[in-house]
């Protein structure tokens, strides 16, 4: 048995195009994480493929799996949510270290600037310390990390999805 690279998952201008191989939903993605939070049952109408919420449709928008083909799924399969909240978590580390980076950096020109300011300007390196860590963490948390989170967390959830594909198959 030949072990075939993770499928990569695919960008158009940015933003991710879901696909066969990397059938990432962001409607059950907010789905799982609503009844994770009890605010939403684990019942519905869900892609027999990829497990994407259906409504009323014959066939799945994320991955072209058709009804007739894939009978729909009336739950989400656990080992599936667990892969969706993994991604959440990937995501989440990438703004935290981003925000703590942010927060480290003014922390450090804030103590360069009570060093070298003189007298009573020292009071800048109090509010660069104060003022600039907040902002510095929100930049680098929020803005910074938000490309390299998006993309790290989708590459996790085609790597795992394709374990997970490939474990079902073979069930
Ligand atoms: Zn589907």
Redesign the pocket.
Known sequence: MTTAAPPQPTFENGEFVPS?DV?F?PELDALIHEIRAGEAPNIGRF??????P?GQAAG??????STSRTEPLDKIDRELAQIYVAKRKREALFVHSGAWTGILLATALSILLIVFLPGWTKVFAIMTLVLGGYFAGVFFGNVLAQTPAYRSGLKLFAQRWSEYAATRASQ
Do not use: I, K, Q
């Open positions: 066969r059938p939903s892609c027999g493929y990829c497990s994407a259906l799945c928008e994320v991955c072209g799996e």
